[in-house]
């Protein structure tokens, strides 16, 4: 009896692989010499293909350059709705948590790419990142943070765009003094403690209150002096990336 033929891979499947393969090889070169030391000839070559075959794919290094934030940041979007949609835990601490863990991971294994996409806006780059791929990625957030104040887990009255910047800020500088601090092996320090740090400042700044329940003087200004300090390192922060 005869074998049946294995099937050969399609035009579209051999073309798909290469320009995954062409995007790996640009993301590797690009955080090892920069934009403007990156050479599409060492990409080629990284790559597995000729130098010509990429400006099959892409007109210039800037399209490629562009193409590969886009891949990056789209794909941090999607790993962080996947982070969410497999979440068991239902109410908005918890979710905050399993988000938090995901974005500070994040950004310590990527640090050297995402210093380069923060280096292009920087320096007005024609290949920064656009904002619109920031927005989706920080509306995993934005979508979290209504969603507790929908259901009454949250204060009313507290104000998104602050909350957002104190996550990611935060998380951010935290990320980075981990990350300046650690030898080769980047999963050696424990991020945990700034995770549950995160979360106890949201619950006790953001969480509300139930009817009649008088908060602790103390605790609040324990807090306000942590709010206060949080918005000092994120405006440091804000200010090295700007």
């Not at 099959?56 to 790993?79: C, H, I, N, P, R």
């Not at 951010?172 to 106890?200: G, H, K, L, N």
């Amino acid at each position: 009896m005869a074998s049946k033929a294995i099937p050969s891979e399609t035009q579209r499947a051999k073309l798909e692989r290469k320009e995954r393969a062409i995007l790996e090889a640009a993301r590797t070169i690009f955080v090892n010499h920069g934009f403007d030391g990156a050479r599409m000839q060492e990409i080629a070559r990284r790559a597995g293909i000729g130098e010509g075959t990429i400006y099959s794919y892409y007109d210039s290094k800037a399209e490629l350059m562009l193409a590969v934030l886009q891949q990056f940041w789209d794909g941090l979007t999607l790993e962080a709705e996947d982070v969410m949609a497999a979440e068991q835990a239902t109410d908005f601490f918890g979710r905050l948590r399993a988000l938090a863990h995901y974005h500070l991971n994040t950004v310590i294994v990527n640090a050297d790419f995402i210093n380069l996409t923060f280096a292009l806006r920087r320096n007005n780059s024609e290949v920064s990142v656009s904002r619109d791929h920031l927005r989706h990625y920080v509306a995993v957030f934005d979508r979290l943070f209504l969603r507790g104040q929908d259901r009454g887990e949250l204060r009313a009255d507290a104000v998104l765009w602050q909350a957002r910047d104190i996550f990611y800020g935060s998380l951010e500088y935290s990320a980075r003094s981990i990350e300046m601090t650690m030898e080769a092996d980047r999963s050696t320090r424990d991020q945990q403690p700034v995770v549950d740090d995160m979360v106890a400042l949201f619950r006790a700044h953001y969480g509300a209150h139930p009817e009649g329940e008088a908060a602790d003087g103390t605790t609040l200004a324990a807090l306000s002096r942590q709010i206060e300090q949080l918005t000092e390192k994120v405006d440091t922060l804000a200010s090295r990336l700007s």
